[in-house]
């Protein structure tokens, strides 16, 4: 069972506000010219920036718990997250990305989910490769 | 093993985690809303683990200014609330893969995590 989130456009403003948001000072976020001459096809996304495109999304992480993994969004915790980096994303690629439910368990009292996120651009291009431990907590003691 | 340089951030204030909410689309008012964080029984709203991981990430950047990340991986250890002080330190623990850690001021560990940078060349 997979589930898509909806083709993300990555827009240059988008960035710059993310870029903002997390204080980041590097100008080849915000500025095209300095992404080109540090070697970029264009304004490169930050590291994390694969969270907005799950979040900021038509069809998105809230669909993926609602009706997907039957699960209430804001009764779960962030365990670990992980990711791999293959082609960078810059501002005008149009990323595609596809959730698994890796594994499935339950441990003291919780229940665990590893979910393996895909991200590909417009060329079909694996471009990163997230996962998340997602721990659903009933209720917060 | 190398040492990296020890970070410093600035106190972390609620209207970060405002911008926060409004860039990456996560609008869970755990983060934003005290009197619904209250209600989930924590003492004031909480940092997003992907705030702090954020923030990890922009320390690998600052750390080697001239190299990609080829993978990163974190575990979030323990919540986070404004007003925190985060400190953040790293090790290289061969020629491209490190490990780091961030911590309050308390000693109290938020989140550690391993990390893998490309050759600079690439």
Sequence with gaps: MVFDYAPFLIEAGKIKEFAKALQLENPIYRDEETAKSAGYRGIPVPPTFMTVIDFWNDHNFYQLFADFLKLNPNHVLHGEQAYDYYKVMVAGDTISAQVRVKEQFHKKGKNFFLLETIYRNQGNEITAVGRATIIEIAEVD | ?122
Excluded: C
Aim: no cysteine.
């Design chain 2, 1 to 122: 093993m190398t040492e990296l340089r020890t970070i410093i951030k600035k106190p972390i204030f609620p209207i970060d985690l405002v911008k926060y909410s409004g860039a990456s689309g996560d609008f869970n008012e755990i983060h934003t809303v005290p009197a619904i964080a209250e209600e989930k029984g924590f003492a004031d709203v909480i940092v997003r683990g992907m705030f702090v991981m954020g923030w990890a990430a922009a320390a690998i950047e600052e750390w080697f200014p001239e190299r990609q990340l080829a993978s990163f991986n974190v575990r979030f250890q323990a919540v986070t609330h404004p007003g925190t002080v985060l400190v953040i330190t790293g090790t290289m623990v061969a020629e491209n893969s490190g490990e780091i850690l961030i911590k309050d001021q308390q000693d109290s560990t938020k989140l550690m995590g391993s990390f893998i940078v490309k050759n600079s060349s690439s």
